[in-house]
Nanobody, 111 residues
Framework: QVQLVESGGGLVQAGGSLRLSCAAS????????MGWYRQAPGKQREWVAT???????NYADSVKGRFTISRDNAKNTVYLQMNSLKPEDTAVYYC?????WGQGTQVTVSS
């Protein structure tokens, strides 16, 4: 079973940017759809964005226009570029593919 490892989280001021990475131990092309989710303190995990094997993208309304999901099938890595960050984006961000979850990476946006 493939393993997923997220990185790139951190502390950033409102309006700033971060780029998250999700490295897979196996082929993400064979997995197909990859996604990013997030969970804020005291809230349920929510979907952020997904990308298909050939690059089709979908975004939650709350991040549309600010976040961009991408993938490099040759590097077995999925990215989430986050711009114009807001305090309400503060959460642990998780990568998902084929019902497999990473350990998450913390993103904190200060006001």
């Amino acid at each position: 079973q493939v393993q997923l490892v997220e990185s790139g989280g951190g502390l950033v001021q409102a309006g700033g940017s971060l780029r998250l990475s999700c490295a897979a131990s196996g082929s993400i092309f064979s997995i197909g759809v990859m996604g990013w989710y997030r969970q804020a303190p005291g809230k349920q995990r929510e979907w952020v964005a997904t990308i298909t094997r050939f690059g089709g993208r979908n975004y939650a309304d709350s991040v549309k226009g600010r976040f961009t999901i991408s993938r490099d099938n040759a590097k077995n890595t999925v990215y989430l570029q986050m711009n114009s960050l807001k305090p309400e984006d503060t959460a642990v961000y998780y990568c998902n593919g084929q019902d497999t979850w990473g350990q998450g990476t913390q993103v904190t946006v200060s006001s």
